[in-house]
């Protein structure tokens, strides 16, 4: 049996490792908050990252930023990273959503020592994660791939090869980057209609079939009422969280600036998320919830 060590089980971790428990792998887990530890039935716990990457055929993690996942293989001050503890035919994949910089990092100081590594950053949101749903998008070698692709297909419905290493940070954050632009320019659209005299469902169906079709306006309708089950109809709870986007924003303009790109829609979205932050105190709800940006009393 094919055997994963997991780290890293908050809102996205803990029901990915509990998938691959559920497709009948031998799963051990770790992370800092124990009781997250003990959540995940029928996985073993380990009592440290090193502990739980020991051993393993496959290593994945899904950590917060950049910097915890550097922490964890290559060290932090006096803390040593598990990249050196690890055997030399484990896989590595880190699922976090993090700056290609680090990714690139972390890959190379795992081939100094003779470790393969994956950036297999996803897209599908804690539903995609509960429900095996989740879109991977890849970096590393496309042997390595290969090697991970049964373990992906536990947790996830697609799976991308964006390029080398760090390919699918990249890939990740410019599609984050658009989706930004797309809702914010959907919410601005609805509130000016509204304002004029338009039922948002009926503008929104129009403009659906027209020139301005867009993601947000088939599946993720910002206005509150418009469609069933969006984020939008429940006050915007749950989904896809205002500082995760402002997270993503600022790592595409992080790359932006190492690569010397303008990228001006982008940086007016993430300034935009982060005046919505501010004002309605809104980081903890869904990312659509830009609309009250445009139409504060919605
Ligand atoms: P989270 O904060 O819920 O979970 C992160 C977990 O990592 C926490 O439980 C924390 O205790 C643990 N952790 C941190 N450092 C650790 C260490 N050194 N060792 C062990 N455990 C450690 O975050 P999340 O929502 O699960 O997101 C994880 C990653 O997935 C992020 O990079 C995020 O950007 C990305 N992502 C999230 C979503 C989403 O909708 N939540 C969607 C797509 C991508």
Redesign the pocket.
Same mark, same amino acid.
């Given at each position: 049996m094919t055997s994963v060590g997991f +780290?890293?089980? $908050?809102?996205?971790?803990g029901p990915m490792a509990a998938n691959l428990v559920a497709g009948g792998f031998d799963v051990k887990v @770790?992370? #800092?908050?124990p009781d997250?530890v003990a959540a995940v039935d029928g996985a073993s716990g380990a009592d440290s /990252?090193a502990a739980a990457a020991s051993e393993v055929d496959v290593f994945i993690s899904?950590?917060? /930023?950049g910097q915890?996942v550097r $922490? #964890?293989y290559l060290g932090a001050g006096d803390a040593p990273g598990i990249l050196d503890q690890m055997n030399e035919d484990t896989l590595i994949i880190d699922?976090? %959503?993090?700056d290609a910089a680090s990714a690139r990092a972390v890959a190379e100081g795992a081939k100094e020592i003779g470790l393969s590594m994956l950036d297999a950053? +996803?897209?599908g949101? %804690?539903a995609g994660a509960e429900n095996g749903t989740l879109t991977f998008i890849v970096g590393g070698e496309e042997s390595a791939l290969e090697r991970a692709r049964p373990v992906l297909e536990k947790m996830g419905a697609n799976i991308f090869h964006a390029g080398g290493a760090g390919a699918g940070q990249v890939a990740k954050i410019c599609n984050n980057m658009l989706l930004a632009v797309l809702m914010t320019g959907t919410a601005e659209a609805l509130a000016l209609g509204v304002d004029n005299g338009l039922d948002p469902a009926v503008l929104s169906e129009i403009m659906k079939v027209s020139s301005g079709g867009n993601w947000a306006l088939n599946v993720y309708n910002p206005y509150p009422g418009v469609m069933e089950g969006a984020p939008a109809s429940r006050d915007y709870q749950g989904g @896809?969280?205002v500082d #995760?986007m402002r997270?993503?924003l600022g790592l595409a303009l992080q790359t932006a600036q190492a690569s010397g790109n303008s990228t001006p829609m982008g940086s007016l979205a993430a300034n935009l998320y982060q005046v919505h932050r501010d004002v309605n105190d809104s980081g903890g709800l869904d990312f659509s919830s830009i609309q009250k940006l445009f139409k504060p009393d919605v």
């Open positions: +780290v890293g089980l $908050g809102n996205m971790g @770790f992370d #800092l908050v997250l /990252a899904m950590l917060p /930023a915890h $922490g #964890l699922c976090s %959503t993090i950053p +996803v897209s949101g %804690t @896809f969280l #995760l997270k993503d």
